[in-house]
């Protein structure tokens, strides 16, 4: 049975209608921001994700995928991870600092900037189980995360710190590190009981405290791409220097020993 052309547009639209909440979301983020209100642009910011995840598996299984989708998608994640994030760790940490506050702040629009237009030039050679760099909702989610956080232990943030992990999250952004992207799961396929349950089980978990645990969960993730990193290159120093055992060693056994040789000239002699 074919598809009327209505079908069609619909396939197309229900993409771009989850990109456009999104959108939504992280410009209201900015608003809630402005007046004060944190807790609330944080939840927005959270919100955006959640549509940004649906926008991108809403296209693969409808086959859904356009070249203006993905564009579409790129500016809205500008706004909703990128500018918003870094008006709102502004408005809450880094105001007292001055100038090398909103430079911190700066750094992570540029750095999800950078991020973003590497991810679209990159998009078709890059390995798809990893992120080249630390995606920009993960940023986006931790500094969210982090105002739920200090709202639920009625704390402020220090200022200095919150500069320095914004200053660290805009360099992960543009760095090489791999962070793991979870794309290579077929939600198409059967099979996937297992990951059913380890997502109803994350659930249940983040329910018993949700500000502390989702604060944990995404600066876990934040960690794990620079920890996966050193941990890779420990095991690549070890495998060079077992290399380097393993030459010297067969050098050792092809070079004669010096008894060796005193016998052969003595019979010589």
């Given at each position: 049975m074919r598809e009327t052309s209505q079908q069609r547009r619909a396939v197309y639209i229900l993409p771009s209608l989850f990109t456009t909440m999104g959108l939504f979301a992280g410009f209201y983020s900015l608003i809630a921001s402005v007046q004060g209100r944190f807790e609330l642009a944080a939840w927005t910011i959270i919100a955006a994700a959640i549509f940004d995840i649906l926008d991108g598996r809403v296209a693969r299984l409808l086959n859904a995928e356009t070249s203006f989708g993905a564009e579409y998608d790129s500016l809205c994640d500008m706004l909703s991870f990128g500018i918003a994030p870094a008006v709102l760790v502004y408005l809450w940490a880094l105001t007292p600092l001055g100038k090398p506050g909103w430079l911190a702040a700066f750094l992570m629009v540029a750095g999800a900037a950078l991020r973003l237009a590497r991810f679209n030039v990159q998009?078709?050679?890059?390995?798809?189980?990893?992120?080249?760099?630390?995606?920009?909702?993960?940023?986006?989610?931790?500094?969210?995360?982090?105002?739920?956080?200090?709202?639920?232990?009625?704390?402020?943030?220090?200022?200095?710190?919150?500069?320095?992990?914004?200053?660290?999250?805009?360099?992960?952004?543009?760095?090489?590190?791999?962070?793991?992207?979870?794309?290579?799961?077929?939600?198409?396929?059967?099979?996937?009981?297992?990951?059913?349950?380890?997502?109803?089980?994350?659930?249940?978990?983040?329910?018993?405290?949700?500000?502390?645990i989702l604060f944990a969960v995404f600066m876990a993730y934040c960690l794990h791409g620079s920890m996966m990193c050193l941990w890779q290159h420990h095991r690549i120093k070890e495998l060079r220097q077992s290399r380097r055992q393993r030459r010297a060693e067969r050098k050792q056994q092809q070079q004669p020993s010096p008894t060796t040789e005193t016998v052969e000239h003595e019979e010589k002699d």
């Open positions: 998009h078709d050679v890059q390995d798809k189980r990893y992120f080249s760099g630390l995606p920009t909702p993960a940023a986006a989610l931790l500094i969210a995360s982090a105002v739920l956080f200090y709202h639920d232990i009625e704390s402020l943030p220090w200022s200095w710190l919150w500069w320095m992990i914004s200053v660290a999250l805009a360099w992960l952004m543009v760095s090489n590190t791999r962070f793991i992207s979870g794309k290579d799961i077929d939600l198409r396929k059967g099979r996937q009981f297992t990951l059913v349950l380890l997502m109803v089980m994350m659930i249940t978990i983040v329910m018993v405290a949700p500000y502390r």
